[in-house]
């Protein structure tokens, strides 16, 4: 006799689970037990699914990559293909994909570095502690997050709050293009080394970066560099340096 798990088993490969008929009972060859013929033909991965661990269905199933699109009809159909994006390894370990918040025709574009713990559970970008420094800070010159647009480099949580890897802010690039393009903002406000490192195609401390004002390279858009709420957190000596960001900011904006 099969047991469940064996009949089980073969119904997962597609096998009937018969059992042996009495008028065959003799032992000839042609007449051999169906639980050994069985056994022979179920391979042993199948035999013991449930052995399997996690790294071994992955690399026995790998993730069919497929890059950003690179151009997108209409912001719905951005937004879908952020969701759906299977460009890079960040997609398959977030809780889910975090493409941005606030007015698509916002004057003023704040662009972070990626989802962390709190954002990706939320699916919503600056929502943490950061985030609340953020909104304090926009509240301080009479900005409600409501009225700007916030996203990020990488639009899904790299594992372990690591930074984002230079390949996996490539293969994110189109989705920001497109945003900065439908939005076509007044201003971009970077915050912190990732974000402008990779907006402005620099490796130069965030300190030196702030000192002026930028334009995103390949457009007149003007850019502000300022330090990342998380560091003013650490750091809120740097506060003052911030305040002076959003001053500018500020007026710009008016
Ligand atoms: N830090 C970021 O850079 N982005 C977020 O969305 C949250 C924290």
């Not at 301080?140 to 996996?168: F, H, L, M, S, W």
């Not at 994110?172 to 080394?193: F, N």
């Not at 402005?200 to 300022?226: A, D, F």
Request: proline share 8%; glycine share 8%.
């Amino acid at each position: 006799m099969l047991t469940e798990r064996q009949q089980h088993c073969l119904r997962g490969i597609g096998i009937q689970a018969w059992s042996q008929r009495a008028d065959t009972l003799d032992n000839g060859p042609a007449n051999r037990p169906v639980v050994e013929i069985a056994r022979e033909a179920v391979p042993q991965a199948v035999e013991n699914p449930v052995d399997s661990s996690p790294q071994e269905v992955a690399a026995e199933n790998p993730v069919v990559r497929t890059p950003a699109p690179t151009s997108f009809d209409s912001w719905d159909s951005l937004i879908d293909a952020i969701h759906g994006c299977k460009a890079c390894e960040l997609g398959d370990n977030c809780t889910q994909k975090v493409p941005g918040v606030g007015d698509r025709q916002a004057d003023l574009l704040i662009i972070g570095e990626g989802p962390g713990h709190d954002e990706d559970i939320r699916g919503e970008p600056f929502v943490g502690r950061s985030g609340q420094l953020l909104d304090r800070m926009l509240a301080a010159i009479g900005i409600a997050r409501e009225q700007v647009y916030i996203t990020n480099i990488v639009k899904c949580r790299p594992p372990n709050n690591r930074d984002p890897r230079q390949d996996e802010a490539q293969q994110c690039r189109a989705y920001l293009e497109a945003q900065i393009e439908q939005i076509a903002p007044k201003v971009i406000l970077s915050v912190g080394r990732v974000s402008a490192h990779n907006l402005l195609g620099s490796n130069q401390p965030v300190g030196k970066l702030i000192q002026q004002m930028h334009k995103l390279p390949g457009t007149e858009i003007p850019l502000k560099v300022t330090y990342h709420p998380a560091y003013l957190l650490r750091n809120p000596s740097a506060k003052a340096i911030a305040w002076q960001d959003l001053k500018l900011l500020h007026q710009m904006l008016r």
